[in-house]
């Protein structure tokens, strides 16, 4: 009787997918770990609207970005592609980066383009400015974009107000550089960005871009990056001094809060049952920062490690009427959203290498999924090196080790910088359904069959990094003062004089 139900659901899916197209939400949260979600277990944080999510949709328990750090993740989740492959590495994009995601990259709001898709981004994009905007959003595929063009920390904050009434930023941010701008489309309107105003003109945004599409009966695809909760927090009036978790706690709320007006939108203009939204994040939580860095809940380490702590993460998909209430154990990546939504909207796929992999079979029967590991590399990965971990199955083997300063402040010692990099011959393998938390590498002596596995493990790795072609490093072309953006260009002195 179940398997009749859900061939008729499929059936009714197709339907209702060919007589319109379905819409995709996808938020996309930064620095965010793994048990910092009610619904994944903190006791203290109030995130009411995901946690409706969760309850009445399908929660992922194994789910993966593809980077400690957040350019080459943004990168990965856009295309369905390594990072290594379109050039996202090492490291991060900075604002006067020469580089960015290559224009002959197709991200997903290219793929939904041809099928007649309104498109907008709003919120962090991190994934190049370049020479009068080359590399925003509008150039890659999206209508609209509103939001600031990298990580809000990259410019000085000392003297901008985070929290009503007047709370300066805590700590300095990046010093000699322009103040951070808020971008609309390629022209920027603010700078330096009034971060107690920023979420409402997000919101105020992302409801105008769903009322819009609705009316127009057009589908749509909205991509909102947020900086929340990326040091340093900030929150306006709404939610400022009212979650349990102070400054951290308050940034997640007020994301919380804006999901839950998006939410309403979609109810408002009758589109939420022909609706997709997902919920993930970047990577894991900057522990450096402490109780304002976030929690990795039982997993080990953090943002800028391999471990799990660093690069398994929350994750929500919510489509009421399609999508049962429940938890899956299935792995999955960030990765698999281009190929999912590229399925469901009838799109055709890039003409590339993808290494992402249709969810739908999971999303609509909580079924099996297609992707049977799990790459893992490092914030600068290379080809000497290629992976530094790799997951099959429910075992994960590290060939190297190493702690990063986002990391630092833990009791774990495996965590800080000073954890320098260590190989592994053999790799250390870890049962992640009894060990999630990599505490306890299973013994091989005397275990044939896990040495089978260690040997299986090592092919599947050598025959990766030897199919993997490294694209050319966008970071590594370097920075220029001049190609940081600034609402006055003809000004002097910069940086400080680019304000408007």
Request: charged letters at 15%; aromatic letters at 10%; hydrophobic letters at 35%.
């Amino acid at each position: 009787m179940d398997d009749i139900c859900l061939l008729f659901l499929n059936i009714c899916l197709i339907c209702t997918c060919a007589a319109s197209p379905p819409n995709f939400v996808l938020f996309f949260a930064d620095d965010l770990g793994f048990g910092d979600l009610g619904c994944y277990g903190h006791p203290a944080s109030l995130t009411p609207n995901l946690d409706r999510l969760a309850a009445g949709g399908l929660r992922f328990t194994d789910f993966y970005c593809t980077s400690p750090v957040c350019s080459p993740s943004r990168a990965s989740l856009l295309t369905g592609r390594y990072q290594t492959r379109s050039g996202i590495y090492p490291g991060v994009l900075y604002p006067g980066s020469v580089g960015g995601l290559p224009l002959n990259e197709t991200t997903i709001a290219e793929v939904l383009k041809p099928q007649g898709y309104a498109t907008a981004a709003v919120g962090k994009w991190h994934l190049g400015f370049g020479a009068n905007g080359m590399f925003l959003p509008t150039k890659q595929g999206f209508d609209q974009y509103l939001g600031i063009p990298y990580s809000h920390d990259m410019g000085p904050c000392w003297n901008l107000t985070c929290f009503p009434p007047d709370v300066k930023c805590f700590g300095l941010c990046d010093v000699g550089t322009v103040t951070v701008p808020l971008v609309h489309n390629d022209v920027i309107k603010q700078q330096p960005v009034n971060f107690l105003d920023l979420e409402k003109a997000y919101s105020d945004f992302a409801t105008d871009f769903i009322t819009t599409s609705a009316e127009k009966k057009q589908p749509f695809f909205l991509y909102y990056p947020s900086h929340h909760t990326h040091y340093p927090q900030y929150a306006g009036p709404g939610a400022a001094g009212k979650s349990l978790r102070g400054p951290f706690g308050d940034a997640l709320l007020e994301f919380d809060n804006t999901i839950g007006n998006l939410l309403t939108t979609l109810e408002k203009t009758g589109v939420i049952n022909n609706t997709l939204v997902f919920f993930t994040s970047d990577n894991g939580p900057e522990l450096m920062r402490m109780s304002r860095g976030g929690n990795a809940g039982p997993l080990k380490c953090g943002k800028g490690t391999t471990y799990e702590g660093g690069m398994r993460e929350p994750a929500i998909a919510y489509w009421p009427g399609t999508i049962r209430p429940g938890v899956t154990h299935e792995m999955a990546s960030t990765l698999d959203i281009l190929p999912t939504i590229a399925s469901l909207a009838g799109a055709k796929l890039p003409t590339v290498m993808l290494d992402g992999l249709d969810m739908t079979e999971i999303l609509f029967n909580q079924g099996k999924s297609k992707r049977e590991t799990m790459m893992f590399y490092p914030t600068d990965p290379t080809e000497m090196y290629g992976l530094f971990a790799l997951r099959l199955g429910k075992y994960k083997a590290h060939f190297y080790t190493r702690g990063a300063t986002h990391s630092g402040t833990t009791p774990d010692q495996d965590c800080p910088v000073f954890a320098v990099l260590k190989p592994h011959d053999p790799p250390l393998i870890f049962d992640l359904e009894a060990d999630p938390s990599e505490h306890y590498p299973l013994p091989l002596m005397g275990r044939p069959d896990l040495q089978a596995l260690v040997e299986q493990i090592k092919t599947v790795k050598e025959q990766f990094d030897a199919s993997m072609v490294f694209g050319e490093s966008q970071v590594f072309k370097g920075t220029d003062p001049n190609l940081e953006p600034c609402c006055n260009p003809q000004c002097s002195p910069k940086p400080r004089c680019c304000q408007c």
